[in-house]
């Protein structure tokens, strides 16, 4: 059988914000149900590169390909459907209720002028249960704490139903039970639905558990891509966070401690 197109390809990609490089000529391509963690030390770029994947940045240099085309070659409203963007921080600007708030998920999905149907609510309604938020429909977004909130985005995005998730973070406010079930949620998504997934983590154990390839961003133009557990050693890990680790094995799975 031949394989299948990618769905996200970096071809020759340079990224840098300022006069600063963060990667350059970089090349990947991530298929249908596969998983990327994007990990680097804080201002790497990390954020920049995946704002660049989304067709929110221009690169310096190269290109970014979404189902064998670009962004602009397939307008707007079809690239909604295809990528779903999770931005590191957002801002509520006016009151709404998480039932509305997640509604915004549905537009891509609407004919100009449509209306949200009810099958559309039913679609956001699950999409709540799925983030652990059942009951919160009614409630304002200005009134949720932090972790809720990132709930909240995380179920605007499964009611997007995109081809192509890119999650900027997506574990940042929850706690451990929400972490693993976020990222639970996502690998479901990959292995389920043949989406392919692109998150940038600060956990490597959780990278080595909720990834296929990992992309390492040194911040200075070197970048590292290739498949999880070659990727994510404790000497390259080393090297990347500019800090001794030691891998440690449990039950067939690695975590990294500082030395």
């Known amino acids: 059988m031949a394989p299948s197109s990618p769905l996200l390809e970096a071809r020759k990609l340079t990224v840098g914000v300022a006069g600063k490089i963060f990667c350059r000529d970089l090349d990947f391509a991530l298929a249908a149900g596969e998983r990327l963690a994007i990990l680097g030390r804080n201002g790497a770029g990390k954020s920049t590169l995946l ?3 989304a067709g929110l940045r221009a690169p310096l240099s190269g290109e970014v390909r979404v189902k064998g085309a670009s962004y602009a070659e397939h307008g707007g409203r079809r690239s909604a459907l295809i990528r779903g963007w999770l ?19 549905r537009h891509p999905h609407l004919e100009r002028w449509g209306w949200e149907s009810a099958q559309d609510a039913q679609i956001v309604r699950r999409a709540l249960a799925a983030v652990d938020l059942t009951g919160f429909e009614q409630r304002d977004i200005q009134t949720l704490s932090g972790g809720e909130r990132q ?34 949620l996502f690998s479901a998504s ?20 909720y990834s296929d390839r990992v992309l390492l ?15 994510l050693t404790a000497g390259r890990l080393s090297a990347l966070f500019q800090y001794p680790l030691h891998a440690l094995e449990c039950d067939g799975r690695v975590s990294f401690i500082p030395a």
């Open 51 to 53: 704002s660049v994947l």
């Open 151 to 184: 709930r909240v985005a995380i179920a605007t995005l499964l009611a997007q139903a995109p081809q192509l998730y890119l999650l900027d973070e997506p574990i940042a406010y929850l706690d451990l039970k929400h972490q693993i079930a976020m990222l639970d």
């Open 87 to 105: 931005p590191q921080s957002r801002g509520d600007a006016f009151a709404s209720t998480v039932l509305e708030t997640v509604l915004v998920g």
């Open 217 to 231: 961003i040194h911040g200075d133009g070197l970048t590292e891509y290739g498949p999880t557990q070659e990727m």
């Open 190 to 209: 990959a292995s389920e639905n043949k989406a392919a997934v692109a998150m940038v983590l600060h956990e490597p154990a959780l990278a080595w558990r």
